[in-house]
């Protein structure tokens, strides 16, 4: 293939089309990483697996300077395509609905970019294209399996719709929350609906519960602290005559601070346990801890908006974003191990591209491919062409 910039933009393209059509649920990527690795071949870049379907490729590797890492996430989701792209997923159930197809093309044509001018590269420069992130966790098996060995400073980035085209977001600090979730099971007594008196009624108290936590986040926290407690689904199937035996109540927890974790995983259980016992009820609680908050640091996030800001110009930094975002990441777990920096970037035009991730109306904005490499291959300190500069 030809190495000019615009020869690697529409081949990106065509990639990230190819890549809609085919999406791969989290931990079943087979067929991703087997397309990536044989683009990874005709570039000449050497690769090795990592975490099952993820990949590792390195360029410059005998470089002196400090060695730094890419990343992109792979994976798709269970959702059933709304849209009516002429590339929309073949796969039934099945859709790059957050935009992982975009990431995995822009980090292709990153590689391809860079392999050009490999020479030229200060140091070393790690690719990495990760299966799993949609709560698989695939970060932590791709640091289990070495893929930060020898990593100085990590950069990632997500596209996101709810951000105008030509602006982003990369704060000092946290950019995206932690997450987990709680599953509680309320047991009571079943019987005749008509008695009350001999029944202990798990469905009221399933919607006392529901009440009083949302009391944990205006009462019981800081109100600076970023914090979010959603119950999400309530189940008790019953019949209308019929007080059902147990209900479940299962929701999302969100949050900015790790340390607040356990303070508001003892609260669930604290006010739960209470309200149960105040309608004579039983309780389990079980919460469940999923990703971490990605917090940038600072010295690498500062690079990072340098990059952007000679990328997207001088009004490229989103004023009125609330951050943290409370939507959650794996890339959490890179930044929990080295320096690094994660950004938001802008993909909404005013008739386009605004359905959220996770909409079964999601669409990419190819145009962010070509932003996209400039701003890797500006952090990477490899030569841009022309009209990048």
């Known amino acids: 293939m030809s190495h000019s910039w615009q020869a690697i933009m529409q081949e990106a393209v065509q990639f990230r089309h190819q890549l809609h059509r085919q999406p791969e649920l989290t931990w079943q990527e087979q067929n991703t990483s087997r397309m990536i690795r044989e683009q990874l071949d005709k570039l000449g870049i050497a ?64 590689a391809a970019w860079l392999k050009a001018h490999e020479t030229d590269l200060p140091g070393p420069v790690t690719l990495l294209f990760q299966p799993a992130e949609e709560g698989g ?12 060995n020898g990593i100085d400073r990590i950069y990632g980035w997500h596209n996101w719709p709810a951000i105008p085209w030509g602006q982003a977001a990369c704060p000092d600090g946290p950019v995206m929350s932690g997450n987990g979730t709680f599953h509680i099971t309320l047991t009571g007594k079943g019987g005749h609906a008509s008695q009350p008196e001999i029944c202990r009624d798990p469905v009221l108290a399933a919607a006392a519960v529901t009440l009083n936590l949302q009391q944990i986040v205006s009462r019981r926290l800081p109100p600076q602290s970023a914090t979010v407690i959603s119950v999400a689904s309530i189940e008790a199937p019953s019949a209308p005559t019929v007080t059902p035996e147990t209900a479940r109540i299962e929701g999302s927890i969100r949050l900015a601070q790790p340390e607040l974790r356990p303070l508001v995983n003892e609260l669930i259980e604290q006010i739960t346990q209470d309200t149960a016992r105040t309608y004579g009820v039983t309780a389990q609680v079980e919460t469940v801890k ?100």
């Open 290 to 389: 999923r990703y971490e908050a990605t917090i940038n640091h600072p010295e690498a996030a500062a690079e990072y908006r340098r990059a952007l800001e000679s990328s997207l110009g001088e009004e490229w930094q989103m004023q009125n974003l609330p951050l943290p975002i409370m939507a959650s990441e794996d890339f959490s777990y890179y930044l929990n191990e080295v320096p690094g920096a994660f950004a938001l970037i802008g993909m909404a035009r005013e008739d386009n591209f605004q359905a959220p991730c996770h909409s079964p109306h999601y669409q990419f904005n190819d145009d962010l491919l070509p932003r996209v490499v400039e701003v890797f291959a500006r952090l990477a300190g490899a030569p841009l062409p022309e009209k990048a500069d």
């Open 47 to 110: 690769w090795r697996s990592c975490a099952e379907y993820g990949t590792l490729a390195t360029l410059a590797a005998d470089a002196s300077g400090p060695h730094i890492a890419l990343r992109g996430d792979i994976d798709a989701l269970p959702i059933e395509e709304l849209t009516d792209l002429p590339y929309r997923s073949e796969s039934p159930g099945c859709m790059h609905a957050c935009g992982h197809d975009g990431h995995t093309a822009a980090l292709w044509a990153t």
């Open 137 to 148: 966790h695939g970060a932590r098996k791709m640091i289990e399996e070495g893929a930060l």
